[in-house]
């Protein structure tokens, strides 16, 4: 990485991070970081959507190995009723499904197996 791109990246993270004024909002936030890169950030919905497409499928994955090792039953909703599935539907402006039981408890799993700092 050269310096010059370092440097520069140092002064965008800079002006953009949230930590240094927490209180900024989204938009505040956006406006910044495309003051500081010169760059649009006009399809920013789409990478959202996009975002929420990649995390869904691993979810959709997870839930199905799941399934196969017998830790989750075949009727499990796991795959379509979770966070992920809840924002992309807010982001496409349909209504969001319900959280399935089965993913409450691989959340709680998660939390629970954690190492803690």
């Known amino acids: 990485m050269s310096d010059s791109f370092r440097d520069g990246y140092s002064e965008l993270h800079e002006s953009c991070a949230s930590t240094s004024r927490p209180n900024r909002s989204r938009d505040e936030v ?6 500081s890169a010169g760059w649009s950030l006009s ?5 959202e959507i996009l975002q929420c497409f990649f995390l869904a499928t691993a979810l959709i994955r997870q839930a199905d190995m799941r399934i196969a090792r017998g ?19 807010m982001r496409l402006g349909m209504p969001p499904p319900k959280l399935s039981p089965d993913y409450l408890q691989h959340r709680s799993e998660i939390r629970t197996s954690s190492p803690s700092g």
Do not use: D
């Not at 956006?30 to 003051?35: A, G």
């Not at 399809?43 to 990478?47: A, D, I, P, W």
């Not at 009727?75 to 539907?89: I, R």
């Open 30 to 35: 956006i406006s910044s970081y495309e003051r």
């Open 43 to 47: 399809h920013l919905h789409y990478f």
């Open 71 to 89: 830790t989750l039953p075949p009727t499990s909703t796991m795959a379509w009723e979770n966070v992920v599935m809840q924002m992309l539907a």
